[in-house]
């Protein structure tokens, strides 16, 4: 006895089109070497001038008054 044309689909047929459809939605969800570069290397100049920031004269001098503080409201 066959089955009525379009009345069901076997699971394994099901299946390979759930493959294909999730395999073509998700062909660019990720980067590619080259904007991994680009972010690493972006990445990598911030924290250089975050550090530079952070170890400045003038923010380390105004971190020591700001521990300080919270020090002596504490006491």
């Known amino acids: ?4 044309a379009g009345r069901g689909m076997s699971r394994a047929r099901k299946l390979g089109i759930q493959w294909v459809v999730q395999a073509r939605t998700r062909a660019d969800a990720g980067m590619s070497t ?12 911030f924290a250089a001038l ?7 004269a003038e923010v380390r001098s ?6 300080q503080k919270a020090l002596k409201l504490a006491a």
């Open 34 to 45: 080259a904007e991994y570069a680009v972010g690493t290397i972006a990445a990598c100049g």
């Open 62 to 67: 105004m971190l020591a008054a700001l521990i």
């Open 50 to 56: 975050l550090y530079k920031i952070v170890t400045s």
């Open 1 to 4: 006895m066959r089955r009525a």
